[in-house]
């Protein structure tokens, strides 16, 4: 089936380091979206991407897409306390008629103040 | 608004006993679904409802059953529980493309 792989799994930086997760398939992705979930909590949606080569940004978060819609990644800017959780990226698929979304293993952060 | 509701928010079980995982969205979304969570592992597709009658396996449905009673309900169940069934488990429901995600059920199997 699709698979997404997501590195790296984790990622530890200094408060004020920049952090990038990335994204993977083998194949064409028609989309591909970013959750986020805080530590004992659960995803929320952050944004969600269609078209080859998009760029969208969300104040100090870069999503990109790649031109060969084959790869995506997410980009904190001087990171902060708050980027705590793990970041996952997951693609939506549609068969008959009904959709469902696959997760990649997800990017841990974690921040030292 | 509550969005999504799972209950219980913790279990313990012991190997081999039942239990139903309750799921509950009032958002009106015609897709719903199960998640399990594990470290390492990242979120795994158990069973999802496209709409209300109909159930599909995902990526782990092995062990599980579920049952979309209603459009806002969509319930989980272990029949025979074991401990590789030790896990979080998320329900959630899609409008728009975005998943809306209930609090987690942390189930223990012992």
């Given at each position: 089936?699709?698979?997404?792989?997501?590195?790296?799994?984790?990622?530890?930086?200094?408060?004020?380091?920049?952090?990038?997760?990335?994204?993977?398939?083998?194949?064409?992705?028609?989309?591909?979206?970013?959750?986020?979930?805080?530590?004992?909590?659960?995803?929320?949606?952050?944004?969600?991407?269609?078209?080859?080569?998009?760029?969208?940004?969300?104040?100090?978060?870069?999503?990109?897409?790649?031109?060969?819609?084959?790869?995506?990644?997410?980009?904190?800017?001087?990171?902060?306390?708050?980027?705590?959780?793990?970041?996952?990226?997951?693609?939506?698929?549609?068969?008959?008629?009904?959709?469902?979304?696959?997760?990649?293993?997800?990017?841990?952060?974690?921040?030292?103040? | 608004?509550?969005?999504?509701?799972?209950?219980?928010?913790?279990?313990?079980?012991?190997?081999?006993?039942?239990?139903?995982?309750?799921?509950?969205?009032?958002?009106?979304?015609?897709?719903?679904?199960?998640?399990?969570?594990?470290p390492g592992m990242g979120l795994r597709l158990i069973y999802y409802s496209a709409s209300e009658?109909?159930?599909?396996?995902?990526?782990?449905?092995?062990?599980?059953?579920?049952?979309?009673?209603?459009?806002?309900?969509?319930?989980?169940?272990?029949?025979?529980?074991?401990?590789?069934?030790?896990?979080?488990?998320?329900?959630?429901?899609?409008?728009?493309?975005?998943?809306?995600?209930?609090?987690?059920?942390?189930?223990?199997?012992?």
């Amino acid at each position: 089936g699709q698979q997404v792989m997501q590195i790296p799994q984790y990622q530890h930086v200094q408060e004020g380091e920049d952090f990038t997760t990335y994204c993977n398939s083998s194949t064409t992705l028609s989309n591909i979206q970013w959750y986020k979930q805080r530590p004992g909590g659960h995803p929320v949606f952050l944004i969600q991407l269609v078209k080859s080569g998009e760029v969208k940004k969300q104040k100090r978060l870069t999503f990109q897409f790649g031109e060969a819609k084959k790869n995506s990644s997410l980009h904190i800017t001087a990171t902060q306390t708050t980027d705590v959780g793990t970041y996952f990226c997951a693609v939506r698929l549609t068969q008959g008629g009904s959709e469902k979304l696959v997760f990649g293993k997800g990017t841990k952060l974690t921040v030292n103040p | 608004n509550a969005g999504v509701t799972q209950t219980p928010k913790f279990q313990v079980l012991k190997t081999g006993q039942s239990m139903t995982l309750q799921c509950a969205q009032d958002m009106n979304h015609n897709s719903m679904y199960w998640y399990r969570q594990d470290p390492g592992m990242g979120l795994r597709l158990i069973y999802y409802s496209a709409s209300e009658g109909t159930t599909d396996k995902g990526e782990v449905p092995n062990g599980y059953n579920v049952s979309r009673l209603n459009k806002r309900e969509f319930s989980l169940r272990l029949e025979s529980a074991a401990p590789s069934q030790t896990s979080v488990y998320f329900c959630a429901s899609l409008n728009w493309g975005e998943l809306f995600f209930g609090e987690g059920s942390r189930l223990t199997v012992l």
